[in-house]
């Protein structure tokens, strides 16, 4: 794949035409789908399961499917989300105290491995595990909702892990959720991100094709 590179964000995509929807993004050149699991107590809201992720496999068996866990104890549903086809699984650091060997189960699955972080948590909780991750997820809004303002600090925030990434000689990328769109893309990208998932600017345009151009031609930096 070439970084930096648009994940849309298919919790803000339409249900009753969710193939057609991700295939609108396919057709554009998207290669990640990132789809967002909320369970109703790691966050206020509740999403979806490994059934639509499985639906999202069907819809487009080429794409990379990054699933982005916002739930409790995210070991126990690893095998639910391989067998829907995930590619890479994300979970929460503040959702798990043994992030470590959860992240290395999910390893062990075949399965690329990510840690997110909420914007209240400092890097600090992660440095331990980055070294054991292929991606490191640093959520630029409370995560439960789509839709909502892109967190500032966040980008210096990227700018840190990125010069630790350097320091420590890892090369795991750097994703950023929420919030972020046409106008803050290249920014984004300049910080040194590597993935931006894009929910309500990617699905909330009419002109899908048009918007993905947008977004895609903003990271080229
Ligand atoms: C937040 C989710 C995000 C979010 C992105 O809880 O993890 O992926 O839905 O949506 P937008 O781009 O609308 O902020
Ligand atoms: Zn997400």
Aim: proline share 5%; hydrophobic share 45%; net charge negative.
């Amino acid at each position: 794949y070439a970084f930096p590179t648009i994940a849309p964000s298919i919790l803000a995509a339409d249900y009753t035409q969710l193939g057609a929807e991700i295939e609108s993004c396919t057709a554009t050149g998207i290669k990640w789908i990132h789809c967002d699991v909320m369970d109703g107590h790691f966050v206020p809201n509740i999403s979806f399961g490994p059934m639509i992720v499985e639906a999202a496999r069907r819809s487009a068996p080429e794409a990379f499917l990054d699933t982005h866990l916002m739930i409790e104890k995210p070991a126990l549903y690893l095998e639910a989300f391989q067998k829907a086809g995930a590619d890479l699984i994300t979970i929460h650091a503040e959702a798990d105290p043994h992030a470590h060997r959860t992240l290395n189960a999910i390893k062990a699955m075949g399965l690329y491995a990510g840690v997110a972080i909420n914007p209240g948590t400092p890097l600090t909780q992660i440095e331990e595990l980055l070294p054991e991750v292929d991606l490191v997820c640093v959520m630029s809004v409370n995560p439960g909702f789509g839709g909502q303002a892109f967190i500032k600090a966040s980008i210096p925030k990227i700018q840190r892990l990125a010069a630790w990434r350097r320091q420590m000689g890892l090369n795991f990328l750097i994703e950023i959720d929420g919030g972020a769109g046409v106008d803050n893309a290249e920014i984004i990208a300049r910080a040194g991100t590597d993935i931006i998932v894009c929910g309500s600017s990617v699905f909330g345009a009419q002109d899908r094709k048009e918007r993905i151009q947008r977004l895609t031609q903003k990271t080229i930096i």
